[in-house]
Nanobody
Framework: VQLQASGGGLVQAGASLTLSCAAS????????MGWFRQASGKDREIVAE????????TVADSVKGRFTVSRDKALKMVYLQMNSLRPEDTAVYYC???????????????WGQGTQVTVSS
């Protein structure tokens, strides 16, 4: 399994960015796809996840109303639309995949490389 995240950059507060994750090496049936972020000096936290089969999204309270997660099964892409960005959203963002029956802290979770998002005030 390979997950390739892209779309990060430097933006001003209030701007929007869309992160993309290209997934390959699996059908991802019965998987959840997730977006995590890790700010400097802080623990990695989950931002959003979506079920591959049904496209059911879940978004963390800290970004609810500003971030939207989606997936395109045909293209095997997962997206994170980020609106009204704030300086506190600055972090390295990672995409990940897990079997739906597993937990995000399982050893079987697949991780992509991160993409840096920097929001200036």
């Amino acid at each position: 399994v390979q997950l390739q995240a892209s779309g990060g950059g430097l933006v001003q507060a209030g701007a929007s960015l869309t992160l993309s994750c290209a997934a390959s090496g699996s059908t991802f049936t019965n998987h959840n796809m997730g977006w995590f972020r890790q700010a400097s000096g802080k623990d990695r936290e989950i931002v959003a996840e979506i079920t591959w089969n049904w496209g059911t999204p879940t978004v963390a309270d800290s970004v609810k109303g500003r971030f939207t997660v989606s997936r395109d099964k045909a293209l095997k892409m997962v997206y994170l639309q980020m609106n009204s960005l704030r300086p506190e959203d600055t972090a390295v963002y990672y995409c990940a995949a897990r079997r739906s029956a597993a937990r995000w802290d399982a050893a079987s979770v697949y991780w992509g490389q991160g993409t840096q998002v920097t929001v200036s005030s």
